[in-house]
Each structure stands twice: as structure tokens, then as C-alpha cells.
């Protein structure tokens, strides 16, 4: 700081990267709007498979999903549990791992592996509704 | 502090140990936890998903392990942990707005939380054995 150092960077620059990620906000409210989308769809599900899957078979779970409201209902049941869970593990991950690589692999994994899965679960709920 | 040597074993900052265990913590601790159990119950669904479209024979399998004692504790845990973090987490919405931060009433909600977690899969499983839903 008190040594003159000579570079063309301005005080600024020196700054900058190295604070908060300036992410908090977009991420607070992310993680509540989905809560509130999880309310509904939850209690919604729960309810929807007690009334509807008379047992936990083959034919009923094809019956269940083929209903449109119900193949709409779990498709955006996945994508807002799926978007809800990745934020929350991020945080998980962010607290207790603090090795910078294994903290990167964590995370890494954690939103490419859940886009990938919901990705296939998506699709499954099509191809029951459309054939293979 | 530049040159000082480092001394062997010291605490970085408070963690479980150090404290009195109350309620409140108790609730902030198990959101976490049924969090990530919740996060393996929605991989569970993407997979039960998968088999369904997989056709008979891979959902055949999948239907064996959810008939299994197993199966049924890992459904009745999801349930639970289901029911706090639904009921913990709209504690949490009320907490956005200000309201509920008061000592008796964090205690009284995390309490309510804890209780229903503990109660909904038990409603849930009498309705669905002696409510005549499928009749």
C-alpha cells in the first residue's frame, strides 16, 4: 500500500474479484420463489399419488402419468425441486468443503448432474405420454 | 502474525460441540439435514420416472425395492423429512417478514415443525390404510 508501486492498474481493478461474488441476491430469491412453486407442487403430488396410483404398480404408474394435468404437474415438480435443491447443496458444499478443487468438482457435479437428470426425468414423462 | 508459528489444534470457529443444544438449533440443523435427504428423495423420483418409461421389466425392479422393508423406511423418511421441511421452511417464510424472531414464539414453531414431521407420515399412512381412498 505505502510503497510506490508502479503499474498502470487503477485501485479499482486491484479490487475488483476479489469480494463477495455479488450473486447473494439473485440466489435469495431463486431459492424462495422455488420454495413457494414447492408448497404447491408438494403437497400437490403427495395428494395427487394417494388419490390417483391405486398401487405402486407398473399400469397405475403409467395411468397416473399419462393424465395431462399430472404429466405437466411432475414435470414441473422435478424442474422447481430440481432448481430448489441445486442451490441448497451449493450451499452445503460451499460451507463444510473448503479444499478450492474438491469444493469445484462438488459443485460442478452437483448442477451439471442435476441438469442431466432432470433433463432424462423430463423427457420419461414424455415418452410415457408420446411413446417411445 | 507473519513468522508466528501456527498453534496445533485450534478451533476456527464454533461448531456442533460447543453448544448448549436448544430447540431452535435443533430446527435449523434438521432443515439442512432433511434438505439433503429430500435431494436424494428427488433423485429417487427421477429414477422411479426413468424405470416408468423403461417399460415393465426395469420398473419391476425398481416397484421390488419400494415393496421392501427398506424401501418402506426410506418412503416413510422421505415423508417426514418432507413434512419439516415444508413446515420449517414456511416457519422461514414468516421469518422474512419479521415476525416470529421472538424467543418463545421460535421456540413454539420449531416445536410445531419437529411434532409434524413426526405426525403427517403417521396421518398419512392411517389415511391411505383406513381412509377407504381406494375403494
Keep these: ?132 | 502474525m507473519a513468522g508466528a508459528t501456527r498453534p496445533q489444534n485450534r478451533p476456527l470457529s464454533p461448531f456442533l460441540t460447543v453448544w448448549r443444544w436448544h430447540i431452535t438449533m435443533v430446527a435449523s440443523i434438521l432443515h439442512r439435514v432433511t434438505g439433503a435427504v429430500l435431494y436424494g428423495g428427488a433423485v429417487l423420483l427421477a429414477l422411479w420416472l426413468l424405470a416408468v418409461a423403461a417399460g415393465p421389466e426395469a420398473y419391476a425392479q425398481v416397484g421390488w425395492v419400494l415393496a421392501s422393508p427398506i424401501g418402506q423406511i426410506a418412503l416413510y423418511l422421505l415423508v417426514a423429512s418432507l413434512a419439516f421441511h415444508l413446515a420449517n421452511g414456511i416457519r422461514h417464510f414468516v421469518f422474512d417478514t419479521g415476525a416470529g424472531m421472538k424467543p418463545v414464539d421460535a421456540d413454539l414453531t420449531a416445536w410445531f415443525a419437529i411434532l409434524f414431521a413426526i405426525a403427517a407420515p403417521i396421518g398419512l399412512w392411517a389415511l391411505l390404510s383406513f381412509g377407504g381412498l381406494h375403494r
Excluded at chain 1, 424462495?32 to 408448497?39: E, G, H, K
Design chain 1, 1 to 132: 500500500m505505502n510503497a510506490p508501486q508502479r503499474s498502470m492498474r487503477t485501485p479499482l481493478g486491484r479490487v475488483r474479484a476479489h469480494g463477495a461474488s455479488g450473486q447473494g441476491t439473485g440466489h435469495f430469491i431463486g431459492q424462495r420463489v422455488s420454495a413457494i412453486a414447492l408448497v404447491v407442487l408438494g403437497l400437490w403430488f403427495l395428494a395427487a399419488v394417494m388419490l390417483e396410483m391405486h398401487n405402486p404398480g407398473f399400469v397405475s404408474a403409467i395411468d397416473f402419468l399419462s393424465a395431462p394435468v399430472n404429466a405437466v404437474g411432475v414435470i414441473l415438480l422435478v424442474v422447481a425441486a430440481f432448481y430448489h435443491m441445486r442451490l441448497g447443496m451449493q450451499v452445503i458444499v460451499e460451507d463444510y468443503i473448503a479444499k478450492p478443487s474438491t469444493k469445484a468438482v462438488l459443485l460442478l457435479l452437483n448442477t451439471l448432474g442435476l441438469i442431466a437428470l432432470g433433463a432424462g426425468a423430463v423427457f420419461a414423462v414424455l415418452i410415457v405420454n408420446f411413446g417411445a
